[in-house]
């Protein structure tokens, strides 16, 4: 039998959380900028296809913005060029700055999610409710896209620029529902023009004023505004509409009146920069993985990576390369984030945005310490569909890694106890380090010969795998053994210290018709 690894002299009494996990490789990041020149045809051509006057994209990796590129015109009549300081209007790409706006007064006790909307915003006192049995609409509700109220795109689009007085009249008539709250996801705009309502009722101050305090200006995003005049016109990107004159039948460029910033803008009006938008970016996966380091920024890392949980499941979808292979994905919505579980690439958080003018698409991949953005400016141009496209690129450089998942210390000398025990040792350390249910669910004996029967079905034991932890206290590994493979899952108990609450042996039979 292979000498297998031993544990420590002495069990730890206490259980550690293991440091924060650590790429493996470490030429990950000159691996992904090999896609770079390919990505960017990519967008070319795309831009090409679609007729969006101009592009600008970037890819931020640990935390910087390591790839920042641009493409065609910001402005259609002077032939102005997009360049890296350009600004776009991100519409829905704000709604998360105003999620993080209320967590951070959450966080300071200025409110709670699960208060009544009604208590910051009096006019929905006398709202109807669809139903009798309906909940009370609150914060939570409106921040994860669950109140009700009925998806709003385009309409929403086009009220950011409405006056307080007209939005209250509005609230005073009611709002139609749906849903009922807390039944289902339903996109709403009107949702978050709401929270910017009630960040202005709580703070005294109205709600684009609170976000670029404290917000926009702790991140460094100084060329990031709410408000149209606030852009240098030489750095602004004309939104535009592509559709033809009527006159002579030919497609020309249309430019979109940019609405004013209004009562309503708190669900689309942000305009910013790549290297802005990646600072903010940077923020939200630097709030992965959970560590000791001293918090830094407008909010707690836990808070950051709050916002990007799932909390209201949206749809199961299907995803194609370009080449036609297939795979599936689970969307929702986390607060102010779109929250991905991809079957390709794992844990995702996004959010596009769509006005006339514009369209724009971010995605980060917390677990990879990935993220790409791109901004155009022409009306709802799905620069989004080009993301797995993207993705797929960076993968293919062998660069696109998940942070590594280390085990608690617990867990590796457990391991080592039951890889002990599965190499014929007595089973002393394994029944010292049990927990109540093991033996429980399974007396010595039946283990015992469950580990005799597999042995005489697989042969000797030729090579134990690396160990893989799949968390802090649940791993796995495989043994090479003469007639097949034996896969180990181990998981401990919430017990302190943790022990042993279950063993799984998974046998895999070499087909005797293979050689």
């Not at 929250?339 to 991949?365: I, T």
């Not at 993207?390 to 590594?404: D, F």
Request: glycine fraction near 8%; include cysteine; charged fraction near 25%.
């Amino acid at each position: 039998m292979p000498k297998s690894s031993q544990p420590s002299a002495k069990m730890r009494a206490d259980y550690i959380f293991p440091p924060a996990g650590q790429f493996n490789d470490t030429a990950r990041r000159v691996k992904l900028a090999a896609a770079f020149s390919e990505i960017r045809r990519v967008f070319a051509e795309y831009r090409e296809e679609q007729n969006i006057p101009g592009v600008a994209f970037g890819i931020v990796i640990d935390n910087e913005l390591a790839y920042a590129d641009v493409l065609g015109l910001r402005h259609v009549e002077t032939r102005a060029p997009v360049t890296r300081e350009t600004r776009f209007r991100i519409a829905s790409m704000s709604k998360s700055f105003v999620a993080m706006a209320i967590l951070k007064l959450r966080d300071e006790k200025k409110l709670r999610l699960d208060d009544r909307a009604a208590k910051y915003i009096p006019e929905l006192q006398v709202l109807k409710y669809p139903t009798l049995d309906s909940p009370a609409l609150t914060l939570r509700h409106l921040l994860t896209m669950s109140p009700g109220f009925p998806e709003d795109n385009p309409w929403g689009d086009r009220q950011m620029a409405i006056g307080e007085r007209k939005f209250a009249k509005w609230l005073r008539a009611g709002i139609p529902f749906s849903n009922a709250p807390n039944v289902t996801f339903e996109y709403s705009n009107y949702a978050y023009a709401l929270l910017g309502r009630v960040i202005s009722r709580v703070t005294g101050s109205t709600f684009q004023k609170y976000i670029t305090k404290q917000i926009l200006k702790p991140l460094g995003m100084h060329a990031t505004v709410w408000d149209k005049a606030r852009v240098p016109p030489d750095a602004l990107a004309q939104g535009y509409r592509y559709e033809m004159d009527l006159a002579d039948g030919e497609f020309i460029f249309k430019p979109e009146p940019i609405l004013s910033d209004g009562a309503f803008a708190a669900m689309a009006g942000l305009f910013t920069t790549i290297p802005d938008f990646a600072r903010y970016m940077s923020f939200l996966l630097d709030a992965f993985p959970p560590r000791e380091d001293t918090d830094k920024g407008p909010v707690k890392r836990a808070t950051a990576r709050e916002m990007q949980q799932l909390m209201r499941f949206e749809e199961l979808v299907e995803r194609k390369t370009s080449e036609g292979e297939a795979w599936r994905a689970v969307s929702g919505y986390g607060f102010g984030l779109a929250v991905w579980h991809d079957e390709k690439f794992g844990y995702g958080v996004a959010h596009g945005g769509g006005l006339p003018g514009y369209g724009s698409y971010f995605y980060l991949l917390p677990h990879h310490g990935v993220g790409v953005v791109a901004f155009s400016n022409k009306t709802y141009s799905r620069v989004g569909m080009l993301f797995p496209r993207v993705l797929e690129l960076l993968a293919q450089t062998g660069g696109l890694e998940a942070r590594a998942i280390l085990p608690a210390p617990v867990l590796a000398d457990l391991r080592a106890v039951v890889q002990k025990w599965l190499d014929g040792g007595d089973a002393a350390g394994l029944t010292a380090h049990a927990a109540d249910n093991f033996f429980l669910d399974r007396d010595l004996p039946h283990r015992l010969a469950e580990v005799n029967r597999l042995r005489g079905e697989l042969g000797a034991f030729r090579h134990v795998g690396a160990f893989e932890p799949l968390n802090a206290l649940r791993g796995k590994w495989t043994i090479e053994c003469e007639r097949g493979t034996l896969d180990v899952l181990l998981t401990l108990a919430p017990t302190m210290p943790p022990k042993i609450q279950m063993v799984t042996l998974t046998p895999h039979p070499k087909d005797a018709n293979k050689p």
